[in-house]
């Protein structure tokens, strides 16, 4: 039985040190906070001895970008997975009347913020994993769209559960390989303008028609994925799809099979002229 310098019991919270995770005991020097201000770091210090749940290091710079942090000269071309999420303004925190522990900006200049744009670089980029990054409200929606615009040279581009539903508003000239599962598309039409597309994957979708899938007809592409979308139970699915595409070489993982040819194209294929 052990008690922390506020009185409280702590015995509940022994665990061994082979089990508890690194990041568990705040207290620890040797755990970087160069981040934080010395506010922030009194705060941390005193919610560890109070015994009392401490918020976590990442708590200060929740809003911040990374090229908001001292020290730090990442750019984006150089981070694999980056939150590109923004927090809400001042005001929109004071509307909701909620009051979060971060640093105090300062008014940004017209050159700083072209400083931002060239750190940021997204022009540069060539494969990017944007995946699972919780657009919860539309300003941080039109944040992520506007980075997506700025792709001219991504042909990589993963877009994993980001409950996206429109991005017909997007182009991506060189994409080649786009994965977009786990997100709200209903139709093709809401896809991103992808002319060089050779692998599109859209699993877990709530894709119902077929409709707009002939817009890809003039596309490169080869392999496609609609597994757990409304549209796979459809009837003759593969023949429709391939009828559609005819270049593709590959749905869902299955290669072209000589069953899958549209039912027109085997009919022919059996007459014969008599002369």
Same mark, same amino acid.
């Given at each position: 039985? !052990?008690?922390?310098?506020?009185? /409280?019991?702590? &015995? @509940?919270?022994?665990?061994? $040190? #082979?089990?508890? =995770?690194?990041? *568990?005991?705040?207290?620890?020097?040797?755990?970087?906070?160069?981040?934080?201000? !010395?506010?922030?770091?009194?705060? /941390?210090?005193? &919610? @560890?001895?109070?015994?009392? $749940? #401490?918020?976590? =290091?990442?708590? *200060?710079?929740?809003?911040?970008?990374?090229?908001?942090?001292?020290?730090?000269?990442?750019?984006?071309?150089?981070?694999?997975?980056?939150?590109?999420?923004?927090?809400?303004?001042?005001?929109?925190?004071?509307?909701?009347?909620?009051?979060?522990?971060?640093?105090?900006?300062?008014?940004?200049?017209?050159?700083?913020?072209?400083?931002?744009?060239?750190?940021?670089?997204?022009?540069?980029?060539?494969?990017?994993?944007?995946?699972?990054?919780?657009?919860?409200?539309?300003?941080?929606?039109?944040?992520?769209?506007?980075?997506?615009?700025?792709?001219?040279?991504?042909?990589?581009?993963?877009?994993?559960?980001?409950?996206?539903?429109?991005?017909?508003?997007?182009?991506?000239?060189?994409?080649?390989?786009?994965?977009?599962?786990?997100?709200?598309?209903?139709?093709?039409?809401?896809?991103?303008?992808?002319?060089?597309?050779?692998?599109?994957?859209?699993?877990?979708?709530?894709?119902?028609?077929?409709?707009?899938?002939?817009?890809?007809?003039?596309?490169?592409?080869?392999?496609?994925?609609?597994?757990?979308?409304?549209?796979?139970?459809?009837?003759?699915?593969?023949?429709?799809?391939?009828?559609?595409?005819?270049?593709?070489?590959?749905?869902?993982?299955?290669?072209?099979?000589?069953?899958?040819?549209?039912?027109?194209?085997?009919?022919?294929?059996?007459?014969?002229?008599?002369?």
């Amino acid at each position: 039985m !052990s008690e922390s310098s506020s009185g /409280l019991n702590t &015995s @509940c919270l022994r665990f061994s $040190a #082979s089990h508890s =995770p690194p990041c *568990s005991d705040l207290s620890d020097p040797e755990i970087p906070l160069s981040v934080l201000s !010395s506010r922030n770091r009194e705060l /941390l210090q005193h &919610s @560890c001895d109070s015994g009392i $749940a #401490s918020p976590l =290091p990442s708590d *200060s710079v929740k809003y911040l970008t990374w090229h908001e942090l001292e020290e730090h000269d990442v750019q984006g071309s150089q981070i694999r997975c980056p939150r590109v999420r923004e927090g809400p303004s001042a005001e929109n925190r004071f509307c909701r009347g909620k009051h979060h522990i971060h640093c105090a900006r300062k008014q940004v200049k017209e050159q700083e913020k072209w400083g931002k744009r060239l750190q940021e670089n997204w022009e540069d980029c060539m494969s990017l994993n944007l995946s699972y990054q919780d657009l919860g409200d539309l300003y941080q929606v039109e944040n992520f769209k506007r980075i997506l615009r700025r792709l001219i040279r991504v042909e990589r581009l993963w877009l994993v559960d980001n409950s996206l539903g429109d991005l017909s508003a997007i182009c991506l000239p060189r994409c080649k390989e786009l994965k977009l599962n786990k997100n709200h598309f209903t139709s093709f039409r809401q896809l991103p303008k992808i002319p060089a597309i050779q692998h599109l994957s859209l699993e877990e979708n709530n894709i119902e028609s077929l409709h707009g899938l002939s817009g890809l007809r003039n596309s490169p592409l080869e392999s496609l994925v609609l597994q757990r979308n409304p549209c796979e139970f459809h009837e003759n699915y593969r023949q429709l799809v391939f009828s559609k595409l005819p270049n593709l070489k590959m749905l869902d993982g299955i290669p072209k099979l000589p069953e899958d040819r549209p039912p027109h194209t085997s009919f022919l294929s059996k007459t014969c002229t008599i002369l």
